[in-house]
């Protein structure tokens, strides 16, 4: 899942960042990357890598948008549902991308280690919780996710989630023992710094004017240089921006806001034990522990950009309804980023045209398939790869313009609000059984210090009471009489 991440306490500041240059000369390369973001710069490392000439062209400065803003936490999947995923390809298909997202996750371990990423932070596990109680489809979950697809999972009842997490929000849960966490906004820094080690020339402050696809041999035009190469990788978000407006109107613009509270001491310890991250069944909530006693939590989401510091205050109310017991915290600060969600709810990756490549899409998608696409392409581009075909199914599709922004917000909010409907009618249920087995148990007391039983029900009309003799029955006639 795409979330954004702290960016001041939780990554380098802007001083500590390597300095890149503007393309300022005609260059001629094997590879030529659009957008320096997770996927982007995957693509660029994998591809010097194996030997290419890779030049990566941004247009602000790497990992400004979405792929700097992200809490960082790495498990296999995708933003579609998996029973939507093997209804949209088929059981087969779907075990095999299944298989390229842990391969994806796997990428992002191998690369986010103390020795190449200073201060990563990396720590182990993820919990996705559920709002109401789900416990037959947690085990139907479990089957398909650990027997199915061979993903090591775990199932958690209400009591040992509620021992993690103290509230009565949430119920059952699945436990991924393998995913991770790691520091999102070093990681994108790392992974530039890692695709220029490698050879590949990372270009900022160097918008894309126009692209020419047609060819063996693409042209960029930029504001200072042309560019020329084999291949071209489109890895914008939703700021590609004219040369490629067709693109980004098949992205529907999501920004979601995220906060870092100030220390909280002891009291986060007494409402939160659990420190892997935490997501919730519905994506309304995503948070973990930082820092020790600091709470990051992401939860408002609009179709439209504002400041975000206006989402402070809806933080902080939705930290007080899931964990009453921190009481008010403070805010220490909030930031937000915006990522481009597809309709169908998958990534877009492969090939547009000969030579011309797409990976984008990835709102909602999470680490992982930002990593295996980049992965993915490049090693279809070097070593003829075809396995990027398997998301043809998953076409670009139009995202709807305003109207479908406007629609998209809708929907959020009524799917938020159904949730919250949902998940208040399962704890009024829960507390009602509650309620009733204490009323029972309190009988059951008050009775056996009395020294008496229970009352019994009377039996049916006919069935004759235990203890007590009964008057002979009347004979049908014909039956017992002398003839």
Known sequence: MNETSKGATNGPDAADLPERSRLSLDLDVDIAVVGAGLAGLTVALEAARLGASVAVLEGRHVGWNASGHQLGTVMPGYGLPVGDLIARV??????????????????????????????????????????????????????????????????????????????????????????????????????AALAKRAGARIFEETPVVSIDSSGIRKRIVTPSARLRASHIVLAGNIHLGVPLRRLSETLLPIWRYAAVTAPLGERLAEAISFRGSVTDTDGVDHFRIVDGDRLMWASPETTWAARPERFAGAIQRRILTIFPRLGQVEIAEVWGGAVGQTVHGMPQIGQLR??????????????????????????????????????????????????????????????????????????????????????????????????????????????????????????????????
Request: charged share 25%.
């Open 354 to 483: 000969r030579g011309l490549w797409v990976a984008s899409g990835f709102g909602r998608q999470g680490l992982n398939t930002s990593a295996m696409a980049g992965q993915l392409i490049a090693r279809s581009i070097l070593w003829g790869d075809e396995r990027w075909r398997l998301f043809s199914p998953f076409e670009l599709v139009w995202a709807g313009g305003p109207t479908g922004r406007v629609a998209g917000y809708v929907i959020g909010m009524w799917g938020r609000g159904s949730s919250a409907a949902a998940g208040a009618l399962a704890r009024y249920r829960e507390r009602a059984r509650a309620q009733e087995r204490i009323r029972e148990a309190r009988l059951a007391e008050a009775n056996r210090q009395a020294g008496t039983r229970p009352p019994r029900r009377p039996p049916p009309p006919g069935r004759p009471r235990p203890g007590r003799p009964q008057p002979p029955s009347r004979p049908k006639s014909g039956e017992g009489e002398d003839s």
């Open 90 to 191: 088929g059981f087969e298909d779907a075990r095999e991308l299944w298989s390229m997202s842990k391969e994806g996750a796997d990428y992002v371990r191998t690369n986010a280690s103390e020795e190449l990423i200073p201060g990563i932070a990396l720590s182990e596990g993820a919990l996705e919780v559920s709002n109401v109680e789900a416990g037959d489809q947690l085990i139907t979950r479990l089957q398909v996710l650990g027997g199915d697809l061979d993903t090591e999972v775990e199932g958690w009842q209400v009591d040992r989630v509620r021992d993690q997490l103290k509230t009565d929000h949430y119920f059952h849960g699945v436990y991924y023992p393998t995913a991770f966490q790691i520091d999102g906004r070093k990681y994108v820094h790392g992974l």
